[in-house]
């Protein structure tokens, strides 16, 4: 089944204590990224990566960090989580671009929470 | 700078009648105009798209309307059902390596009573 796994699906920690939220795809895209949704503010991107050692910041990079070492893997990291990133997660895969489709599968959410 | 705006918030619509969400948006560069449907607990879905090249597009009882001259495009559903009940992003894109870009409009909720 092509899909978009995140793991963990909920979190919950402490200021301060690194954390990496996984995203693997099993449909060989080039394009991966990182969503945050938060109340009354729709999705932002976070981070983005057109291919392998390929990344990018999106709108809200602040206090994330990215990598894509693999094709099929582009974990977020937050190096020293704070209250303010308390928010639902999602990562998203899409192929490379054609005229016909751009479409992009979202993972199923990761919700964190910053105490 | 918001270049997507998404109205309304949220949407009541009896079961049987027609739910409109409007999006604007500000960059005229822009040049694929998807809508994504979220359930409760689970990531948004592509639920329909459009080019600038053509007014209307249809799939089922989901049709998006697109008016270049005033920047803006809306999705209808017609005859709404409770299974419709989710929250509802329009979206944009630029042409090109942009295209994987997309920037959201802040997302309508929408419920259905039956």
């Known amino acids: 089944e092509a899909q978009v796994t995140q793991n963990p699906r909920y979190l919950i920690t402490v200021t301060g204590k690194k954390l990496t939220v996984t995203c693997s795809q099993n449909?060989?895209?080039?394009?991966m990224s990182w969503y945050r949704q938060d109340p009354g503010l729709g999705l932002r991107q976070i981070y983005y990566s057109m291919n392998v050692e390929v990344t990018d910041k999106g709108d809200v990079p602040e206090g994330y960090k990215v990598s894509r070492k693999e094709k099929r893997n582009f974990p977020l990291i937050l190096e020293s989580p704070s209250p303010n990133q308390t928010s639902l997660y999602f990562c998203?895969?899409?192929?490379?671009?054609?005229?016909?489709?751009?479409?992009?599968?979202f993972g199923p959410g990761t919700r964190l929470t910053v105490l | 700078q918001q270049q997507v705006k998404q109205s309304p918030q949220s949407l009541i619509v009896q079961k049987g009648g027609i739910s409109i969400i409007n999006c604007a948006y500000e960059?005229?560069?822009?040049?694929?105009f998807p809508w994504y449907q979220q359930f409760p607990g689970k990531g948004p879905a592509l639920l329909i798209a459009?080019?600038?090249?053509?007014s209307e597009k249809k799939e089922g009882r989901f049709t998006i309307s697109f008016n270049k001259s005033a920047k803006q495009f809306s999705l209808h559903i017609m005859d709404s059902q409770p299974g419709d009940s989710a929250t509802y992003f329009c979206?944009?894109?630029?042409?090109?390596?942009?295209?994987?870009?997309?920037?959201f409009g802040k997302g309508t909720k929408l419920s259905v009573i039956p």
């Open positions: 998203a895969s899409s192929a490379r671009w054609t005229s016909g489709s751009n479409e992009q599968f």
């Open positions: 449909m060989n895209h080039e394009y």
């Open positions: 459009i080019r600038p090249d053509v």
């Open positions: 960059n005229t560069a822009f040049d694929y």
């Open positions: 979206a944009a894109s630029l042409p090109g390596a942009g295209s994987y870009q997309l920037t």
